[in-house]
């Protein structure tokens, strides 16, 4: 199994930043990506962002393209992001994702809150 821990999350004010880190452990195998993904209540759960390990390239979200910047250390099976210039609608729950070749794994979730 592969467990992802997060760190990071927390309550900022609008304009503000924020840097979620989370680290995958556990009994890895080819990860294939890992990205972000968030909820808020009562909507689904939409990809954040997205860095491929097998084959490169990022992929964002429309909402936060020019905001939010994904980043790994593959040494480290750890995965980044970067969120700038927040707003009150990035308020969500974000779960850091990993896509391996045994399947896809969820962190527990961390709390991003934008309020003044």
């Known amino acids: 199994q592969v467990q992802l821990v997060e760190s990071g999350g927390g309550l900022v004010q609008p304009g503000g930043s924020l840097r979620l880190s989370c680290e995958a452990s556990g009994s890895i195998v080819s990860i294939n990506a890992m990205g972000w993904y968030r909820q808020a209540p009562g909507k689904e759960r939409e990809l954040v962002a997205l860095?491929?390990?097998?084959?490169?390239?990022?992929a964002y979200a429309d909402s936060v393209k020019g905001r939010f910047t994904i980043s790994s250390d593959n040494a480290k099976n750890t995965v980044y992001l970067q969120m700038n210039s927040l707003k009150p609608e990035d308020t969500a729950v974000y779960y850091c994702?990993?896509?391996?070749?045994?399947?896809?794994?969820w962190g527990q979730g961390t709390q991003v809150t934008v309020s003044s």
């Open positions: 860095i491929s390990r097998r084959y490169g390239g990022t």
């Open positions: 994702y990993t896509n391996t070749i045994a399947g896809v794994y």
